[in-house]
């Protein structure tokens, strides 16, 4: 789906549920309507994202390169740096309601890496924290083997949340050279397909983290 498609999309959702919230607070209580929770998965066409405290100096490309590989640039407003979304990346984002979990915006972001730590380890891949970045990674302790395979970049209004994770499974990581990853100038970014030599299928994997996902946030799925 076209990036800034899937965002207006997004905001569309995340509105309507902070405008719930805000009638909510000025109702009487048989009155209050339960707000609801989102999960997007999808796939971008080649697109940039600067998050609204990144470096536009971290954007590598002319105009005319980006043209050239008819890939896309947005400055947005979550949090983080810059980031590259494309096909054979499961992009995640989950618009919650924070108040059905928990109030606490760290502890949403750990989350988040679990579930996608939990995903890698069922294909037999050591995913890990790494003390002073987000996101989830591949050998940290050995700065000269750190990789990233999922990058996280987040909103948070009154408790909802909008924009999310980007896992490497099948991603072409070429389009990395294009930007300095998330502001970081000397760690590596990887993908499943390169770690196992091999590629994924997407909606496999993307049905293991959807399971994940659940679990670690303790949530039943009603699709629609």
């Known amino acids: 789906m076209d990036y800034k498609a899937c965002w207006d999309y997004q905001e569309e959702l995340f509105g309507g ?28 066409p080649h697109v940039f ?25 947005y400055p947005i407003n979550r949090g983080g740096d810059i980031t ?4 054979g990346q499961i992009v995640g984002y989950p618009i919650f309601d924070l108040d059905h979990f928990f109030t606490d915006i760290h502890k949403y972001l750990r989350f988040l890496e679990e579930a996608i730590i939990l995903t890698l380890a ?3 891949i ?7 970045f987000t996101g989830v990674w591949l050998d940290p302790e050995d700065p000269e083997k750190a990789r990233k395979i999922a990058a996280l970049g987040v909103k948070c209004s009154r408790w909802v949340t909008m924009h999310g994770f980007a896992f490497n499974v099948n991603t072409d990581l070429s ?18 397909e390169v770690e196992l030599g091999r590629p994924l299928n997407m909606e496999e994997v993307k049905a ?9 946030f303790d949530y039943d799925e009603v699709k629609p």
């Open 122 to 124: 069922e294909y037999g």
């Open 126 to 132: 050591d995913g890990v924290r790494y003390p002073g």
């Open 175 to 192: 389009f990395f050279d294009l930007i300095v990853p998330c502001g970081i100038d000397d760690k590596a970014v990887t993908s499943m």
């Open 84 to 87: 590259y979304h494309g096909p």
């Open 17 to 44: 549920i902070v405008q719930t919230k805000i009638n909510n607070r000025n109702a009487e209580e048989e009155n209050r309507v339960q707000t609801p929770n989102h999960l997007l998965f999808v796939e971008h």
């Open 49 to 73: 994202t600067l998050g609204k405290s990144g470096d536009p100096a971290n954007l590598l490309a002319t105009p005319e390169e980006l043209a050239a590989k008819r890939a896309t640039y």
């Open 208 to 216: 293991k983290l959807r399971v994940n996902l659940a679990n670690v």
